[in-house]
């Protein structure tokens, strides 16, 4: 996977981040999880229920969305908001894998913009 262009990338232990600078106060960030299991014991679906309602990201209701495919793969996708950033959440989990990839960019992006910068994203994803 990579990241946006110019994007700063902090690559240590899991998560490794990536943050892009918009402007003043405002940022396109990345977080990108991968461990061995299933954090919720079961499938992508059953991640994405514990999520909704224990992620530490968001502030009010999640939003499940429609499934993607990426490199392959069914990725389970939701959608929440803090603050400051509208958070889109991408799982994949099965047997003894869960990879989670998260989104966090301006609120006042048009969906139109928040599908460029997550497009660029996840087009560079490959599962090994």
Not at 10 to 13: A, Q, R, S, V
Not at 64 to 67: E, G, K, N, S
């Given at each position: 996977m990579n990241a946006w262009e110019g994007a700063k990338v902090?690559?240590?232990?899991d998560p490794i981040a990536a943050e892009l600078v918009l402007g003043p106060s405002r940022?396109?960030?990345l977080l990108v999880n991968s461990f061995d299991g299933l954090a919720a014991r079961g499938s992508g679906e059953a991640e994405l229920r514990y999520w909704r309602k224990r992620n530490l990201f968001t502030e009010g209701p999640v939003e499940?969305?429609?499934?993607v495919v990426v490199d392959g793969v069914e990725m389970q996708h939701a959608r929440g908001s803090s603050a400051v950033d509208l958070v889109d959440w991408f799982v994949y989990a099965i047997d003894d894998l869960t990879v989670e990839v998260l989104f966090f960019l301006p609120l006042?992006?048009?969906e139109e913009e928040r599908e460029e910068y997550i497009g660029q994203v996840m087009a560079t994803l490959e599962f090994e």
């Open positions: 902090l690559d240590g232990k940022a396109a960030v499940v969305m429609d499934p006042d992006f048009s």
